[in-house]
Every structure is written in structure tokens, then in C-alpha cells.
């Protein structure tokens, strides 16, 4: 009697961790699927205000010339390359896919599209003329950094002052310190509005501290550039850190 109440426990312990090592070996086979299913993010994305030199960035990229008279884009521009400074390595690194966006207030919306492939931001300012498009600058940035997305993957974002070839450019530092300026004051009249949306969005920097860059959980660096001339050099290096070969 008493033997054949062992054989059945036996056998019940038997049934159970059975059913414990199929369970544990389908959720790792699940969970390895999932990743190699998982895309890596390899996209650059250019941003910025129409004007900035996107565009003409792009092309410097890809062909190490600069397409001169480029027209308002109403599309955006997208291509896989290798970069042109990079042209030598063909065929044994891997190309970057670089989007160029519309910098129109209405194709902004395009940016969500491809955000969930991004691997850096380039976000382009023009340097020339920054004074007076500052606040609208600094409301585009707001924007981008307080996208759900950008927060949650920790997308790093390179500010590029761009027309330096010109004299009368501001400088990186200037533009930093204004965007810094303008993004603390809307941090506040935008969390002044509504507290109710305030556990919906991302609040930038922290509580009591005047605003910077390097308050972000993503990393916010800034540099200067001339896309038309191909000064480009900080661009490059940080798409390459971006997308490894
Ligand atoms: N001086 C100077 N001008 C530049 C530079 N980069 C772009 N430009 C000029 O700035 C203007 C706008 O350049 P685009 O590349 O078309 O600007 P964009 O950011 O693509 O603008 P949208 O397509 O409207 O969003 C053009 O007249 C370019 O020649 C630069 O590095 N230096
Ligand atoms: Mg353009």
C-alpha cells in the first residue's frame, strides 16, 4: 500500500517538473525569438527648422558635395550609404540609413514615423540666422526631447550650429546657453498649464535647477559645423558611434 502511494507521488513529482522544464524552455525560446526578431535601430535622423541645412547636410554626407540651391523639402529625404568620407571602406562596413526630415511646421509629424528606428538625432540650427528664430528653435528641441521615445530608448541628440563658414554665426556656446534659457522658461509655462497632463508628459532637467543639457537622461551634446563647405567632421563621428561597422 504504502509503496504504491510513493510510485504515485513519484510519479506526480515527475509530471510537474516535467511540465516545469517545458514552460521554462518555450518562454526562453520565446524570448529568443523576440529578440532576433527585433530590428536594431540603425537610422540618423536630421531635424531641425526649415533652413537649417539639413538637406544640404545630407548630401555632404553621402556624396561629399554639397547639391547647392536646394529647395524648401516637402518629403522626407532618406538613402542607406556608406559615408562619403568613408568611401575607401566600401563594401566592409556597414552602410547608415540617414533620414532627412521637413522642417515645415505641418511634416513634423513625419518624425514619429521613424523614431522607433532611430539611433541618433542630428538636430540642425542655423547659426546665422538663430536670434530671431531662437524661441521656435528651442520649441522644436522641447519637442524632441520630451518625446516619449527619445526618453524611454535614451536616443542621444547632437545640437549642430550650422553656416559657420560665415562670420557673423553665433557661436556653439551662445546658442547652447540660449536654448538652455529658452527651454527653462517653457519648461515652466508648459508645466504651468495643465497639472493633470503633467503624469503624461516628460518633464525635462531638475525640479528647482535652472535648465541644461546635461540634466537629460539621454546624452545632449552641441557642436558647430558647416555643411555647405563640408565641415562636417563631428557629424560623422558621431553617426559612426552610432551605427558601429
Ligand atoms: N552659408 C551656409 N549656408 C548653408 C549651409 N548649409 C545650408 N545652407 C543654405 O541654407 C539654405 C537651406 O538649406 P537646406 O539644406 O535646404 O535646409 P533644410 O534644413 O533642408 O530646410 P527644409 O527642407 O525646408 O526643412 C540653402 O540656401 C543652403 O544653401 C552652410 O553650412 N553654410
Ligand atoms: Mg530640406
Known sequence: MEASMQQFLESGLEFYVTIGILLVTSILIFIVIRT???????????????????TV?????????????????????EDSFVLHSESSKKG???????VDLPGH??????????????????????????????????????????????????????IVCNKVDKVTAHS??????????????????????????????????????PFTFSQCINKVTVTEASAISGKISDVEHFIRERVMP
Request: net charge positive.
Open 92 to 98: 566592409k562596413i556597414k552602410p547608415v540609413h540617414i
Open 57 to 77: 547636410l545630407f548630401y555632404q554626407l553621402r556624396d561629399g558635395s554639397s547639391h547647392q540651391g536646394t529647395v524648401t523639402s516637402m518629403e522626407p529625404n
Open 172 to 209: 556653439m556656446d551662445f546658442i547652447r546657453k540660449q536654448l538652455e534659457k529658452e527651454i527653462d522658461k517653457l519648461r515652466a509655462s508648459r508645466t504651468g498649464i495643465s497639472d493633470a497632463d503633467i503624469a503624461h508628459e516628460v518633464t525635462l532637467g531638475v525640479a528647482g535647477q
Open 36 to 54: 532576433l526578431r527585433r530590428k536594431k535601430a540603425d537610422t540618423i535622423l536630421l531635424v531641425g527648422l526649415s533652413g537649417g541645412g539639413k
Open 105 to 158: 511646421s505641418r511634416l513634423r509629424p513625419k518624425l514619429d514615423e521613424f523614431l522607433p528606428q532611430a539611433a541618433g538625432i542630428v538636430f540642425l540650427v542655423d547659426a546665422l540666422d538663430f536670434l530671431p528664430n531662437s524661441r521656435v528653435t528651442a520649441e522644436y528641441l522641447y519637442d524632441v526631447l520630451t518625446k516619449a521615445l527619445v526618453v524611454k530608448n535614451k536616443i542621444p541628440v547632437l
